[in-house]
Nanobody, 128 residues
Framework: QVQLVESGGDSVQAGDSLRLSCSVS????????MGWFRQAPGKEREGVAR???????SYANSLKGRFTISKDNALNSLYLEMTSLKPEDTGMYSC??????????????????????WGQGTQVTVSS
């Protein structure tokens, strides 16, 4: 059974930074395509970043340069470093993983509906 547990969400001011963590339990962690998604009230879920098994990453165009996805295999953890936060970054941030065989290219463009495992989310609120 794969479980994802997010942490690190907070209420911050515009311009602040936050680091979200996602603790992953599962027998094949190193073979997961992983990602971060967010959903603001009244809006559809949005892909934030994805990380392939070999460490390649992709980001939503509007977030490039401000957000960084990374992982620590020794700690079975996925991270999202967020800088220069804006009020429009407010939302519920969730990590996701899938252990289906997948190419790097497909992982970096994987839609949310194709991720098999999801965490409960952690709330980020950015005030102006």
């Amino acid at each position: 059974q794969v479980q994802l547990v997010e942490s690190g969400g907070d209420s911050v001011q515009a311009g602040d930074s936050l680091r979200l963590s996602c603790s992953v339990s599962g027998p094949t962690y190193r073979r997961y395509c992983m990602g971060w998604f967010r959903q603001a009230p009244g809006k559809e879920r949005e892909g934030v970043a994805r990380l392939s098994i070999d460490g390649a990453s992709s980001y939503a165009n509007s977030l490039k340069g401000r957000f960084t996805i990374s992982k620590d295999n020794a700690l079975n953890s996925l991270y999202l470093e967020m800088t220069s936060l804006k009020p429009e970054d407010t939302g519920m941030y969730s990590c996701a993983a899938t252990d289906f065989p997948i190419t790097q290219r497909s992982c970096l463009d994987l839609a949310g509906r194709n991720f098999r495992y999801w965490g409960q989310g952690t709330q980020v609120t950015v005030s102006s």
